[in-house]
């Protein structure tokens, strides 16, 4: 099966994979090398060099020369990535003491795009048994020599038999859902890949039933993150099953788009829906989706925004800062004269790159976006504290304050006073000015780090994989996120014991509120932007079958955008809508598979005796009645993660 893997957005990725015996010298020797243009044979300056293990970056001279030295004898990774080449791969062999292991990189200029053209993922076709070799190395165990007959120069020459064309190609529109293929059909070659190392993310659990007579309070705030649904695509693009503890099922609920009816005059709109449960007999599903109300962008406030941006060495692995480049060119496409902005990097130390300018100046933000490069170590607290700095400075009342942290989440220099850093960022979030973090890349990721600081600086927490993405959040939705309508919303369902015997909320583990503290408007709560919809996911087991009227009642309380006006909305929620399996809202269905494609990948013990293929052949269903690129992606997906819990269990 020939499956796509990575989508490489902008720039050139080559990637040498040494796979060698383990040396028993000692010594340490050196890596050099020279990057040239293969059409014109003159050097490429300022190619990024990106050795790991240990992590070392250096950014090629102006004759395109670089050099590692003191180079432990043993197995590397090295990548040259640099904005205006294409992708190729090359394999080399063993660093041993005192040796001067040198190369020569031809790098193929890139061919930009037709206007208007999706760039696909890069097909990237690895060597199983290179893999193999570089997993027994990484766990410590001998690793077999693998011979590729290379010669002490390495050399991307054509015909040469080292080098692999990793060009993108333009992806297909899909005109029916893809079709399921059985798990023991899979060419697991294909899925086979090393999992990305130094991937951090927190367990939070799994909510259980709870009996509706001993608690009948289900209290929790408001969430319109959708980073894991992110990290575990990507996760299983590259064919590996994504860690339990990535998964957050609402954010898998909330990162579709259930086209819920905006509100005429009030700030929000409460839809609910319920149906017998496809999976099972003795439950009901009750979806509740809160939709606020949309602003015309001509009438929003005008955006100080500053960007911190992460330029240390990490962020030159896999092409990470080419990314958000992309990304903060987009967003700053859609801006307008009244917007300002400010850029602040970080690495070893932190840098002011652009003091704060009007958004119409968009060559000069440009141009200093594009001078960006890859280096260094990563002290995000410095970072942090100097964007809050020239966030202070450019503050208006009234205007929209907002910081925009691009990173992957490695943060090993500083952090030293990380409790009066999210301390600080809580304050200046109660003040107004809100922090946003996108995530990128895989391997030495901080998934939780990314999340608290969103978190405490009441903002947004995403992850941006391509470019399709980084459209996504910053051309599409990124001015509606900022342009807050409510402030800490919490939502509060009170179950009727009388009709609801016992109930699960799906997700929302780490936003779980004390019931007591609904009401407490000290009590942090989630922000909910212009045109926003928030959706939970329940199971119910009902007293009684065949039962219509009143569950319960939901509460809705929330700040205004400025803090000051405290609301509050309840609302009956019944079963008088309630259908059967296949009579349901399409949105219902939509939502139920995404929290139930969550659960499989989390492992829970509620889905132990719902198969891929019945979670499949259930959406494939939806998708035939409602055809759009996030259903077919979610079933192909579903498809994935199938075929590689099969190959895992049965290898």
């Not at 992590?55 to 102006?62: L, T």
């Not at 894991?228 to 299983?236: D, I, N, T, W």
């Not at 949309?294 to 005008?302: N, V, W, Y």
């Amino acid at each position: 099966m020939n499956r796509p893997r990575y989508k490489i957005a902008a720039g050139c990725l080559l990637a040498i994979l040494l796979a060698v015996a383990m040396s028993s010298a000692v010594r340490a020797g050196t890596v050099t090398g020279h990057v040239i243009d293969r059409s014109t044979g003159s050097p490429v300056s300022g190619a990024v060099v990106y050795l790991f293990p240990p992590g070392d970056s250096v950014v090629s001279n102006d004759r395109g020369e670089f050099t590692f030295s003191k180079v432990p004898a043993g197995q590397y990774m090295v990548e040259v990535s640099h904005s205006e080449f294409e992708p190729m791969m090359l394999s080399g062999q063993e660093v041993t003491g005192d040796r001067i292991l040198s190369c020569t990189i031809q790098l193929t200029r890139r061919i930009a795009p037709p206007a208007g053209e999706v760039v696909a993922r890069q097909e990237i076709k690895k060597s199983i048994g290179l893999l193999d070799s570089m997993a027994d190395a990484i766990s410590g165990r001998e690793a077999p020599a693998v011979s590729q007959g290379l010669t002490e120069e390495w050399s991307n020459e054509p015909g040469s038999g080292k080098s692999v064309d990793r060009r993108s190609k333009p992806v297909t529109p899909v005109p029916t859902p893809p079709k399921y293929i059985p798990p023991h059909e899979y060419e697991y070659d294909e899925y086979y890949g090393l999992p990305p190392f130094d991937m951090n993310f927190q367990n939070y659990g799994t909510n259980r039933f709870v009996e509706t007579r001993r608690d009948p309070l289900s209290t929790f705030a408001a969430d319109v993150d959708d980073a894991s649904y992110g990290v575990a695509r990507q996760y299983l693009h590259d064919g590996n099953q994504p860690p339990r503890d990535a998964i957050r099922v609402e954010e898998f609920v909330n990162h579709f788009d259930y086209d819920y009816p905006a509100p005429s005059y009030s700030k929000f709109q409460v839809i609910s829906s319920t149906m017998i449960s496809p999976f099972d007999d003795s439950t009901t599903i009750l979806a509740i989706g809160i939709k606020g109300r949309e602003i015309d962008r001509r009438e929003r406030k005008p955006l100080n925004l500053t960007f911190v941006i992460d330029v240390s060495g990490s962020m030159g692995y896999d092409n990470r800062l080419e990314l958000v480049k992309y990304a903060l060119r987009e967003l700053v496409d859609q801006l307008g004269r009244n917007d300002r902005i400010g850029i602040v990097t970080y690495g070893s130390g932190a840098r002011r790159v652009l003091e704060p300018v009007n958004a119409s100046n968009k060559r000069e933000i440009l141009s200093r976006i594009e001078s960006l490069r890859p280096g260094g170590s990563t002290n995000a607290e410095a970072g942090l504290r100097m964007g809050y700095a020239m966030a202070e400075r450019q503050f208006v009342s009234g205007h929209n304050n907002q910081i925009i942290l691009c990173s992957d989440g490695v943060a090993n220099v500083g952090l030293t006073h990380a409790e009066d850093l999210m301390e600080t960022i809580q304050d200046r979030a109660r003040e107004g000015v809100s922090l946003h973090s996108f995530g990128v890349g895989m391997g030495n990721y901080n998934d939780v780090l990314l999340e608290k600081l969103a978190k405490q600086g009441n903002g947004k927490y995403s992850y941006i994989n391509n470019r399709e993405e980084a459209y996504r959040l910053m051309a599409v939705d990124f001015v509606s996120t900022v342009e807050i309508l409510a402030r800490d919303v919490k939502i509060q369902m009170q179950f009727d014991h009388r009709a609801v015997r016992s109930y699960r909320l799906l997700g929302y583990e780490n936003r779980a509120v004390e019931d007591n503290r609904f009401r407490d408007n000290e009590r942090d709560g989630g922000e909910i932007g212009a045109g926003h919809e928030v959706t939970a996911v329940y199971e119910l087991v009902l007293n009684g079958r065949g039962r219509k009227g009143a569950v319960g009642t939901l509460a809705l309380r929330w700040k205004d955008a400025d803090g000051r006006e405290i609301s509050e909305l309840n609302q009956p929620i019944t079963l008088d809508n309630r259908a059967g399996r296949e009579e349901c809202a399409p949105t219902l269905r939509l939502a139920l598979t995404a929290a139930k494609f969550a659960e499989k990948l989390k492992e829970t013990r509620y889905v132990r005796d719902l198969s891929y293929a019945e979670l499949y052949e259930y959406a494939s269903v939806l998708a035939e009645e409602n055809p759009s690129e996030q259903t077919f992606e979610l079933l192909d997906l579903i498809q994935t993660a199938g075929g590689l819990n099969y190959y895992h269990t049965k290898r």
